[in-house]
């Protein structure tokens, strides 16, 4: 059992985690004797992870670990480093983020591109971490793969998590879409069409035989033009 002191708080520990909790633990990490026995005054134990993770080196970070499940630890103690499991901030774009001190500068990365590179190897020139379920915080490994960034945008777009700038939505746009089907709809030449919505015939040409403005179309539409 842990020492009573009167004004450390009390701190479960679950039997699926892995802790630190000896004298011998903490010297492990690179501590010294004196500063473990400290550490085991204190109270409080350090987690370092559920029992059942498999955690491989974090590449380029000595001391460093991340998990299977995106988890990351550090394992040896040291000035300015914060033993066991790293805290994760959430990033604007719904990614989770951590961040670690070396020699004074902080280092930010994304969990799930640190958990691929571990665990899937270094990703070919071009690639980028691609979660599986559309879940940007479900960092598993068996939930990443690499693929191309084309790959990954058409990816987003079948889980929802993104939407293609089509139509009005794209901010280059030059017609609209009461514009397109007065197109499509209209008896004029290509050419008055054209000088009508200072496009060009091309533009003209692709939007009449549904080349152009695709979403506007009935699924089981003809071609407008032959």
Not at 8 to 16: D, E, G, I, Q, Y
Not at 83 to 106: E, F, K, N, Q, S
Not at 120 to 146: F, S, T
């Amino acid at each position: 059992p842990w020492p009573a002191r009167s004004r450390t708080p009390v701190f479960a520990m679950h039997a699926n985690r892995v802790y630190l909790t000896t004298v011998a633990d903490f010297v492990s990490t690179g501590m010294s004797k004196a500063g473990a026995e400290r550490r085991v005054r204190k109270g409080v134990p350090v987690d370092m992870g559920p029992t059942d993770a498999v955690w491989k080196p974090l590449l380029d970070y000595s001391g460093y670990e991340v998990s299977s499940c995106g988890l990351l630890r550090c394992c040896l103690s040291g000035r300015g480093k914060h033993l066991g499991i790293l805290p994760a901030t959430d990033h604007h774009d719904g990614y989770i983020r951590h961040g670690i001190g070396v020699r004074g500068v902080r280092h930010t990365f994304f969990a799930h591109v640190a958990v691929a590179t571990a665990f899937l190897g270094p990703p070919a020139k071009g690639m980028m971490v691609n979660h599986i379920d559309g879940n940007k915080k479900n960092n598993n490994v068996a939930n990443l793969e690499w693929v191309s960034a084309a790959e990954n945008i058409r990816h987003a777009w079948r889980t929802g998590l993104s939407t293609p700038n089509r139509g009005e939505s794209n901010g280059s746009h030059r017609l609209s879409s009461e514009s397109v089907k007065d197109i499509r709809q209209s008896a004029y030449s290509s050419f008055l069409l054209s000088v009508k919505y200072k496009v060009s015939r091309v533009t003209i040409n692709k939007i009449r035989r549904g080349a152009a403005w695709t979403h506007l179309l009935s699924p089981h539409a003809a071609p407008l033009i032959h």
